[in-house]
């Protein structure tokens, strides 16, 4: 059963940006760390950022300057800014407690980057 939904993926062209929103089932969700992860074709999924309770973000290096993570712990919602988007950055994000909760996957969104 998915715990969190997200959404605002879609096709961007290379450069662009998308906001993607994370929707958490009921309200725990504010006490733990949140991530972003994701997952491309053949690969296996890895994190992409974190944010903590109190809004102490971390990024991969390879995302850095270009994802701002972010959250509204009233209403159980995290974000993910995306800017100068790449190809490489083509996956499906899904959003997840850290540590990760196994059983608690979303949907994800898919996130396609090309002209």
């Known amino acids: 059963q998915a715990q969190f939904v997200e959404s605002g993926g879609g096709l961007v062209q290379p450069g662009g940006s998308l906001r993607l929103s994370c929707a958490a089932s009921?309200?725990?969700?504010?006490?733990?760390?949140m991530g972003w992860y994701r997952q491309a074709p053949g690969k296996q999924r890895e994190v992409v950022a974190t944010?903590?309770?109190?809004?102490?973000?971390n990024y991969r290096d390879s995302v850095k300057g270009r994802f701002t993570i972010s959250r509204d712990n009233a209403k159980n919602q995290v974000y993910l800014q995306m800017s100068s988007l790449k190809p490489e950055d083509t996956a499906v994000y899904y959003c997840m407690t850290v540590p990760i909760r196994s059983d608690a996957w979303g949907q994800g969104t898919l996130v396609t980057v090309s002209s």
């Open positions: 009921g309200s725990a969700e504010s006490i733990f760390v």
């Open positions: 944010i903590t309770g109190g809004g102490s973000a």
